[in-house]
């Protein structure tokens, strides 16, 4: 009965449309989740290095906290483990290897041991003593890059079979 009603049942906007429009712009009361920065920083960390090296590289991106911990626990058990191995290897075989090393550091490592002797009262220690200290101090320093190294290496190893088993258990 009412011809003109039908036409305007086809002028009804469809929503789609609107949404498909080039120029249409979306406006929400809560903008959209932002994208992660450090996500988008690790992949180009991940991009700039050689692809041989993003399974070593991935473990420092994903859980640095712990990974790093256990870099920084390995590095110092790299040091101090060697020290005393170095010391006892020279004061039971009388051999040290000064004359492969800078003599600086050799110098340096023997004021430093010095000065914390004489700082501690600790008369036993005699000068021999205190020189074997300096050589291995020096031993360990010339073996900084390979202890570097080989932390980085095995700390993700570390942090997950070691470092993360304690955490839990004190976590509890």
């Not at 994903?62 to 290897?89: D, K, N």
């Amino acid at each position: 009965m009412l011809p003109t009603s039908r036409p305007f049942l086809r002028l009804k906007p469809r929503l789609s449309n609107i949404f498909l429009k080039p120029g249409f712009r979306r406006h929400l009361t809560t903008p959209p989740p932002p994208q992660s920065s450090q996500q988008s920083r690790a992949d180009r960390i991940l991009s700039k290095l050689p692809k041989s090296l993003h399974p070593y590289a991935k473990p420092y991106l994903t859980s640095p906290p712990t990974t790093i911990t256990s870099f920084l626990i390995l590095h110092e058990l790299t040091a101090v483990i060697p020290l005393f191995a170095f010391f006892a290897v020279f004061q039971l075989t009388s051999w040290n290897p000064a004359d492969l090393l800078p003599s600086e550091w050799v110098d340096s490592g023997y004021r430093k041991f010095k000065g914390y002797v004489e700082k501690k009262g600790w008369e036993w220690i005699d000068a021999r003593m205190v020189m074997d200290l300096g050589i291995a101090w020096a031993v360990v320093k010339a073996l900084l890059p390979v202890r570097v190294l080989g932390s980085l290496w095995i700390a993700p190893w570390f942090a997950g079979r070691v470092l993360r088993p304690v955490l839990g258990f004190f976590r509890r």
